[in-house]
């Protein structure tokens, strides 16, 4: 580890001050191990409050999804809705996502917890800088470090920018419509889950002055969506898409959410199979939901964010899932449609492949995603 960087221990007791006072109360907080990691992991953030807090979230968001991750947004008040919690409040909400009483949390899984995180801010400062307009060995470019990058790829014959974001989908802004996965009985998943429809339904819930969830828009409009196509208690085909609204989230520019059904529920377990060829379709019908509702707002609809549909409890491999998502997206980008289209990822493997996409070629295969 580079001496210039601040050891564990220091990161460690400020993240305990961070988790007493709240990402509310960072303004004007002497921080000096987190803010030399945040100048060197995230030099354009503003002001040194935003660089900690953006700081946390890159290295929570490289936590290993489930209970860890979970239990650290709650600590932290980074789970939607949490950041103005008192102290007490988010460290008896991460105490039940273990399972333990708060006392047993206080002392040891809180610990543990930070310690993590602590680790992964000391691997994001050691990291170093991608040159801009870096380019990937297969000729597809990939300009821009940290959490948003450029890819530069191309479809039909002309170049085509793509733009990958590297963080959990909730943290997306100003993106038009995000593409969810869903199960074909478009049931969404528990708020409290890591999935990516389980973030999204979470973000978009709306919330009370004590957190306290008002209304759960993502899941009343599915419902009221099924309802209103005769599938009410019955499954879909794989492949159909659901456009619902943001709720919440059109706060951050969100303003549509398709949830696309590829998961297929394997019977006497609680596992899904998702086929590649159900990804793509379910992709190109939500190119063509974009297209049909793209001039009923203002302004007209233009950009569009995918993850790695099916990657997640679907099991697919990051590389399998990508080329069933690219097989539409570059198809619908062939023909000259002028689509502003994202990429969400969590994983450095993930963001890889991407960042190597080049039109005609299939991403390889990779291992399985845990995220």
Partial sequence: MPPSLPDPASLLAELKDVRRAGLVRLRGRALPALESAAGVAVPAARTPGAAVESLVRLAVARLDAGTLRTAAEYTLGLAQGTRDWPASDRRARAAQVYGVSVERFRKDHEVMVLEQVAEHIVLLAAEPAAPPGATASNGAAGEGGGTHRSVRVRAGGRPVVLTLHVHPVDLLRDVDVVVSPANVHLALPEPYKSSVAAS??????????????????????????????GVSGRAVLPGTVAATGAGALADRGVRRIYHAAVAVPRAGTNDYDVLPSDVTRAVSRALAVLAEERDRFSPPLRSVCFPLLGSGRGGLPYGISLAAVWAAVEAELARGAEWDVHFVVRAPEAAGLVERIRAGIRPAHDRRATS
Avoid: Q
Avoid at 204 to 211: F, L, S
């Fill in 200 to 229: 999204l339904r979470r973000a978009a819930a709306v919330r009370g002055v004590t957190g306290d969830v008002l209304a759960d828009p993502l899941h009343d409009e599915l419902r009221e969506w099924a309802s209103g196509h």
